[in-house]
C-alpha cells in the first residue's frame, strides 16, 4: 500500500504555523549515544537536537481553515486526485505536490546528484523522538530551478538507478521530479521558501 506524502514550499512563518511546538534544529548535527536496536551494543547517533530524559510524542498537525490551492501540476487521473485530496489541508494552502513513497532519503540522493557531491541535508523542524520536516538542501533547490524540463528524463533515469523504492526512469521518478522541479523554480523566484517534505504516518 502507498504512502502518500506531500512535497510543499513554505516560508518560515507558514513553517511556524504548521508546526507549532515542533523545535528548529540546530545548525549542525550533533552524535549523540545511543543504544543499537538489535545488538544492544553503545553507539553514536546523529541528532540535530538534544534529546529529552523522556521522549514525547509527536505533535499532530493543527486544524486549518485555510483554503486548499491548486498543486503545483495539475493531477491527470483518478489516483492522482486521490492523493491530492488526502493531503493535509494546510500544506495544500501553499505551493505543494501530492505523491506517493517518496522520502528524506530520496531527497538527499537527488541532491546528491544534482550537486555532484554528499550533502547533510538539515531539517526544517524535528521532534524529540527524531521525526523531521525533511527538506531539499537550499543549494540544490537553486540548482535544479536551472535545469529545463528537457534535462529532466536524464536526472530521473539516474535517480532512478541510484534507489530501490519502486521508482523507474520512465515513470514514477520522472513523475516526481517534474513537481519537485516546478516547486524548486517557485522557491528560486519570489519569497524565500524551503521546499519540505511532509510523510503521512
Request: with cysteine; charged share 25%; aromatic share 6%.
Amino acid at each position: 500500500m502507498p504512502t502518500f506524502v506531500t512535497l510543499f514550499a513554505a516560508t518560515e512563518e507558514e513553517l511556524d504555523r504548521f508546526f507549532p511546538g515542533w523545535p528548529r534544529p540546530a545548525d549542525e548535527p550533533m552524535m549523540v549515544p545511543a543504544e543499537d536496536l538489535f545488538t544492544g551494543e553503545a553507539v553514536l547517533i546523529k541528532r540535530w537536537i538534544v534529546p529529552p530524559d523522556a521522549p514525547a510524542p509527536s505533535p499532530a498537525l493543527p486544524p486549518c481553515d485555510c483554503d486548499p490551492i491548486l498543486p503545483v501540476l495539475p493531477t491527470d487521473n483518478d489516483f492522482e486526485q486521490r492523493m491530492e485530496d488526502a493531503g493535509p489541508r494546510s500544506l495544500r494552502s501553499v505551493p505543494h505536490a501530492c505523491l506517493k513513497n517518496l522520502f528524506g532519503d530520496h531527497l538527499r540522493l537527488l541532491a546528491n546528484l544534482i550537486l555532484g557531491s554528499e550533502t547533510d541535508a538539515r531539517p526544517q523542524r524535528v521532534t524529540p523522538e527524531g521525526r523531521s520536516v525533511d527538506c531539499l538542501p537550499t543549494e540544490a533547490v537553486r540548482a535544479l530551478a536551472g535545469h529545463s524540463i528537457d534535462e529532466l528524463p536524464a536526472l530521473a533515469a539516474r535517480w532512478a538507478a541510484e534507489q530501490t523504492a519502486g521508482f523507474d526512469a520512465d515513470g514514477d521518478a520522472l513523475w516526481a521530479l517534474r513537481r519537485i522541479h516546478a516547486l524548486a523554480n517557485l522557491c528560486n523566484h519570489g519569497a524565500q521558501r524551503s521546499l519540505c517534505l511532509w510523510v503521512d504516518s
